[in-house]
């Protein structure tokens, strides 16, 4: 069953890649080396490796780093850190960018893409390790304790090997957000595939060396793909010692509590004042035109509706697969696991176009409806909501699962009263990070939304397309409004925000 269902979630994932094969393939072998064997296409692919390995580096760090003190520190305030933390991921990257370059003086370029994505991006990092930080087995750290190892060789020997699951799916979701980003990378000018992409499709009217460059993005999305599999312990499990759950204890930090507070404020600040501070001074013109507010509250409305349609059936699609990677280790697993995050690094407006071709010639009905968007937010964001479940199951103790077999119960029954139930945290990270991420996303719900249906994202880029920042400062309000309740589960999903401290 498992396997039969995770076969259907990857099928719906690859639809844009059987897509990109066929249009591509029509290009003839000729034409298709012509647009390859060039100098700009090295240059791109050198860029675009290099970028998502910096922002990757980046966001492990700050990830890591901001997990550690949020979930096992006596951090003052730090239920509002993590909120503040988490927040990022509600930021669209364009609107992060436009800010910031509307802030700074000649912010452009390969490391201002690389700042905006860094402090957009290091949420998808912290979120996964907060999670298995808080769910690690502390009897493990408390044996390497007793046998006279300190608190770095502890963390470093044996917290770290517990939450490598996280830390490589945090990871890895970053560096293929950014080879998909389209957002931060156009509006810095900074030369990466989607960029090149995107010129192709709306300013060359070249549709043949677009697609034949998301061939290539899909290879490096391979590679990267390979990379990190490369890094896998074959059939490691990283379970808790015992069927008890026990909270982690909080170190105290002593003379290093204040920087720690300096640099998760500088980090809060960098990420979300600079867009704050953008919005607000053109939020009062904004506001005033007639009319403005109901327009708001309709796009509202519409972003909420398609965002919970597209979540739903993301996390319907990802649940079997992300059971299967974590309990039937093995070759097939892993490769459909790899293969439903393809997708992910295909840029929004090649998704778009690949599932408008496939509502007009293969199932028309979906045409201009709400589940064809839905469809394009699942082929996006699988990956996102495979991640998520595969490391709270990696975490679930199997010897429960074991014991409800042995008494008798079959394996749907033991699926939806142990497995399901242990992995609820992980099943609700995910489900509100698809969410806010289905909020924001813009090309391919510029494409598929229905005729008339208008969202906060598609308005905030009309308006924005036309330089009517003011009136653009509402929708991203709110989008920021909005994001706060999702953001808030998500980081009480991970145990951020548990009350709970020991000595």
Avoid at 264 to 274: P, R
Avoid at 367 to 386: E, H
Wanted: hydrophobic share 55%; net charge positive; aromatic share 8%.
């Amino acid at each position: 069953m498992l396997l039969t269902s995770s076969v259907v979630a990857v099928a719906v994932a690859l639809i844009p890649l059987v897509y990109l094969a066929v249009r591509t393939a029509e290009a003839g072998g000729v034409r298709i080396a012509e647009e390859l064997l060039t100098g700009r296409v090295a240059a791109l692919a050198a860029g675009t490796l290099a970028l998502a390995a910096v922002v990757t580096a980046g966001c492990l760090v700050l990830g890591v780093g901001s997990a550690f003190l949020l979930v096992r520190t006596d951090l003052p305030a730090r239920r509002v850190f993590a909120v503040l933390a988490v927040l990022p991921l509600a930021v669209p990257t364009y609107i992060a960018g436009f800010a910031w370059v509307s802030t700074v003086d000649g912010f452009e370029g390969f490391w201002a893409a690389a700042l905006v994505l860094t402090l957009c991006s290091y949420p998808y990092v912290l979120l996964p390790v907060a999670a298995a930080l808080a769910g690690a087995d502390p009897a493990q750290e408390e044996v390497s304790r007793s046998l006279g190892h300190g608190g770095w060789r502890t963390f470093t020997q044996v917290t770290l090997r517990q939450i490598r699951p996280a830390i490589a799916g945090g990871g890895l979701l970053v560096a293929l957000y950014v080879l998909s980003d389209f957002g931060a990378v156009s509006i810095v000018r900074a030369d990466t595939f989607t960029r090149a992409i995107f010129l192709a499709f709306d300013l060359g009217f070249d549709r043949t060396g677009a697609l034949v460059l998301s061939t290539v993005l899909v290879a490096l999305t391979v590679l990267v793909l390979a990379g990190e599999g490369a890094t896998r312990r074959r059939g490691a499990r990283y379970a808790r010692l015992n069927g008890t759950r026990r909270p982690p204890g909080r170190a105290g930090l002593g003379r290093a509590r204040w920087p720690a507070v300096a640099a998760l404020l500088a980090v809060a600040v960098s990420a979300l004042g600079v867009t704050a501070f953008s919005l607000a001074r053109r939020m009062a013109e904004g506001v005033s035109r007639p009319g403005t507010w109901p327009e708001v509250m309709v796009a509202a409305g519409n972003s909420l509706w398609l965002s919970l349609a597209g979540t739903a059936l993301t996390m319907l699609l990802a649940l079997p697969l992300g059971v299967l990677s974590a309990r039937v280790p093995g070759r097939l697993s892993a490769m459909l696991e790899r293969l439903g995050y393809l997708s992910h690094a295909l840029p929004g407006v090649v998704i778009g176009l690949s599932l408008v071709f496939f509502g007009i010639n293969v199932a028309y009905p979906l045409y201009q409806t709400t589940w064809l968007l839905a469809l394009a937010y699942a082929a996006l964001f699988l990956p996102l909501a495979v991640t998520a479940v595969a490391t709270a199951t990696a975490q679930a103790p199997p010897v429960l699962e074991e014991v409800a077999r042995s008494l008798g119960r079959g394996p749907l029954a033991v699926l939806g009263t142990v497995t399901l139930p242990l992995t609820l945290p992980g099943i609700g990270a995910g489900a509100a990070l698809v969410f806010l991420t289905c909020m924001k996303e813009l090309p391919a719900t510029l494409l598929l939304r229905p005729t008339g249906v208008d969202t906060l994202a598609t308005e905030l880029w009309t308006n924005t397309a036309v330089a009517a920042y003011a009136g653009a400062a509402p929708y991203a309000v709110l989008l920021v409004v909005l994001s706060s309740v999702p953001t808030w589960l998500l980081a009480a999903r991970t145990g951020i925000l548990s009350k709970e401290v020991q000595r």
